[in-house]
């Protein structure tokens, strides 16, 4: 089988495409049959090795060799001890822990994986786990009247989270670059900002803010709360992160706001209600652009670039 492969960190020129052997499922696993890999800002850190805890599975080269977890295709084989599917099955999930998507054919355990609804395609499917994972999580809790602001909103997780709040009754301020206004307000943003413009921890304040590219200071996103506001980051330099857990909880505790880090929740559980709701009508799959397996390296530069207007799938014919 044809699968992009890895032995370093860096640019995507340490990418290439090759015939490597077919994996054999374990007990508990399945392999697919790839259709469609959706890229992940976890991908892009995955190749370059940074932020540092991007390299905690392998501190000076990648221990996993192909990337992608995003996967939706047809279960092939199915090893010892699985249950819930058999071969013919479409399937999709997020195998965060094992990758391999960028391929043409990928294991997985199945407990990282769903029926795809048969109303979706392959790559609308793809397109959900991780993004819809991660906008669930960021606006639980957010109701009619919430002033929500999301840094990073037109990317993946921000097509989703923009829909969700509006869903729950919020008044939504999108942040991304001036590429991205006009996209954002198609989503549903009642205000957009141009971070490179203009500094939105001076506007609001906000009840809410889920920060999907923490680069600013704690004592910023603070100012831009109001009082028994929450802030909740996702990814982000080791830095940030780390002063959002220490300066960030002491300060906002006292003035009297949350700060922290969102704790995303893994599995069917955590992204088929978002599926359900894009099968609904509810909530749109915003699929910017498709690349084939050879140009993955393509695919992914547009993600870590920041140029991606929601989701970015690599389709596998």
């Given at each position: 089988?044809?699968a992009v492969l890895q032995d370093r960190y860096g640019p995507p020129e340490v990418l290439r495409v090759e015939d490597v052997p077919l994996p054999t499922p374990g007990p508990g696993q399945v392999r697919v049959e790839v259709a469609a890999t959706s890229v992940n800002l976890s991908d892009w850190e995955g190749l370059v090795g940074s932020p540092g805890?991007?390299?905690?599975?392998?501190?000076?080269?990648?221990?996993?060799?192909?990337?992608?977890?995003?996967?939706?295709?047809?279960?092939?084989?199915?090893?010892?001890?699985?249950?819930?599917?058999?071969?013919?099955?479409?399937?999709?999930?997020?195998?965060?822990?094992?990758?391999?998507?960028?391929?043409?054919?990928?294991?997985?355990?199945?407990?990282?994986?769903?029926?795809?609804?048969?109303?979706?395609?392959?790559?609308?499917?793809?397109?959900?786990?991780?993004?819809?994972?991660?906008?669930?999580?960021?606006?639980?809790?957010?109701?009619?009247?919430?002033?929500?602001?999301?840094?990073?909103?037109?990317?993946?997780?921000?097509?989703?989270?923009?829909?969700?709040?509006?869903?729950?009754?919020?008044?939504?301020?999108?942040?991304?670059?001036?590429?991205?206004?006009?996209?954002?307000?198609?989503?549903?943003?009642?205000?957009?900002?141009?971070?490179?413009?203009?500094?939105?921890?001076?506007?609001?304040?906000?009840?809410?803010?889920?920060?999907?590219?923490?680069?600013?200071?704690?004592?910023?996103?603070?100012?831009?709360?109001?009082?028994?506001?929450?802030?909740?980051?996702?990814?982000?330099?080791?830095?940030?992160?780390?002063?959002?857990?220490?300066?960030?909880?002491?300060?906002?505790?006292?003035?009297?706001?949350?700060?922290?880090?969102?704790?995303?929740?893994?599995?069917?559980?955590?992204?088929?209600?978002?599926?359900?709701?894009?099968?609904?009508?509810?909530?749109?799959?915003?699929?910017?652009?498709?690349?084939?397996?050879?140009?993955?390296?393509?695919?992914?530069?547009?993600?870590?670039?920041?140029?991606?207007?929601?989701?970015?799938?690599?389709?596998?014919?």
């Amino acid at each position: 089988m044809r699968a992009v492969l890895q032995d370093r960190y860096g640019p995507p020129e340490v990418l290439r495409v090759e015939d490597v052997p077919l994996p054999t499922p374990g007990p508990g696993q399945v392999r697919v049959e790839v259709a469609a890999t959706s890229v992940n800002l976890s991908d892009w850190e995955g190749l370059v090795g940074s932020p540092g805890y991007a390299r905690l599975g392998g501190l000076r080269a990648p221990r996993i060799h192909t990337l992608g977890s995003d996967i939706a295709g047809t279960v092939d084989a199915v090893g010892e001890r699985v249950t819930r599917f058999r071969p013919g099955d479409e399937v999709y999930g997020d195998n965060l822990r094992m990758k391999g998507g960028f391929a043409e054919y990928a294991i997985a355990p199945e407990t990282a994986l769903a029926r795809k609804p048969p109303e979706l395609s392959f790559a609308q499917a793809s397109a959900i786990p991780q993004a819809g994972a991660i906008a669930s999580s960021g606006t639980r809790g957010v109701a009619l009247g919430t002033r929500m602001l999301i840094n990073g909103a037109g990317g993946g997780s921000g097509a989703f989270a923009i829909q969700l709040a509006k869903q729950l009754g919020a008044h939504v301020t999108g942040v991304d670059n001036a590429g991205k206004l006009d996209f954002m307000r198609s989503l549903g943003a009642d205000d957009v900002i141009d971070y490179r413009a203009d500094d939105f921890t001076r506007h609001g304040p906000y009840d809410r803010i889920l920060d999907l590219v923490a680069h600013r200071s704690v004592f910023a996103y603070r100012r831009a709360l109001a009082p028994g506001g929450r802030y909740q980051c996702v990814g982000g330099p080791v830095r940030s992160l780390l002063r959002v857990l220490t300066v960030g909880q002491v300060a906002g505790l006292l003035t009297g706001r949350r700060l922290g880090v969102l704790m995303v929740e893994e599995g069917p559980a955590a992204f088929e209600p978002v599926a359900a709701r894009c099968v609904a009508g509810d909530v749109a799959v915003h699929i910017d652009r498709t690349f084939p397996l050879d140009e993955v390296a393509a695919a992914l530069t547009c993600v870590g670039e920041g140029r991606a207007r929601g989701k970015v799938v690599v389709e596998i014919p």
